[in-house]
């Protein structure tokens, strides 16, 4: 029987395979590994079996488990939401179709450089977020504030750990920047960033914006993963804007 994805780990730390497999021709033994720890990873498993259409769905699971954002009524954007694991967790805790009777009825809206299949409750649009304009783009869709901006963009790997790391945090910037256009005041912003130093400048205007600023990795993130999720919550307003807050200030 599969272990649950806080099951016990062998001496050496690492999962028990269960599934071996063998290098067909013409693969690559770096594919042959990857598919052989996609077969044994007990969240892959369980996302199959509950209907997610992917492990991510875990990750932004666990994190709402601990910080509480994705609540009833709650306005969501998701950035970056392919293949909409994401998005299908947020439908079902802001109550998106309703289906909570008598709890306020929230809204998802999903934006990805590639075409989503259809999502129950969620509105989808296909858009390179980095372009011109795009930001603009998604608020007119939005039509008013939001209280939670997610972010799962992530750039493709170049194969260089230094340059992927630069790439993903410029992406997490640009949604930041978003993030301060459309929350709500007490809003919430997650998104994923990989460990490198780089992301420091991006902390530092984080905790200007917002009350409280924590760097996660929840259980259902590889250990052998550099990515981390940075959860800031109860947005001040726009860092040097009129009202906003500095970290200093409240010294």
């Not at 909409?84 to 439908?91: D, Y």
């Not at 809206?109 to 980095?130: N, R, S, T």
Request: glycine share 12%.
């Amino acid at each position: 029987m599969a272990k649950t994805p806080s099951g016990n780990t062998s001496g050496r730390g690492q999962r028990d395979l269960k599934v071996r497999v063998k290098t067909a021709k013409g693969r690559k033994l770096s594919s042959t590994l990857w598919l052989e720890r996609q077969l044994n990873d007990p969240y892959v498993a369980r996302a199959r079996k509950e209907g997610y259409r992917g492990r991510a769905a875990y990750k932004i699971l666990e994190l709402d488990d601990r910080y509480r954002f994705l609540v009833p009524g709650a306005r969501v954007v998701d950035l970056g939401c392919a293949p909409g694991g994401w998005c299908q967790v947020a439908v079902q805790r802001v109550n998106a179709l309703g289906e909570k009777s008598g709890k306020a009825v929230g809204r998802v809206l999903g934006v990805d450089l590639q075409e989503v299949d259809p999502i129950a409750g969620v509105e989808l649009h296909q858009l390179d977020f980095l372009e011109d304009d795009a930001d603009q783009k998604v608020k007119d869709w939005l039509g008013g504030p939001a209280d939670v901006v997610m972010s799962d963009m992530a750039a493709a790997s170049s194969g260089h750990k230094g340059t992927d790391h630069l790439r993903i945090v410029a992406l997490c910037e640009a949604a930041a920047e978003f993030a301060f256009d459309v929350l709500e005041e007490g809003g919430t912003f997650v998104a994923k960033v990989l460990a490198g130093g780089a992301e420091n400048e991006l902390q530092a205007i984080l905790k200007r914006a917002f009350t409280k600023v924590a760097n996660v990795k929840p259980p259902a993130s590889r250990s052998d993963s550099s990515e981390k999720f940075v959860v800031a919550t109860g947005f001040r307003g726009r860092p040097g804007a009129a009202g906003a807050v500095d970290e200093e200030d409240l010294g």
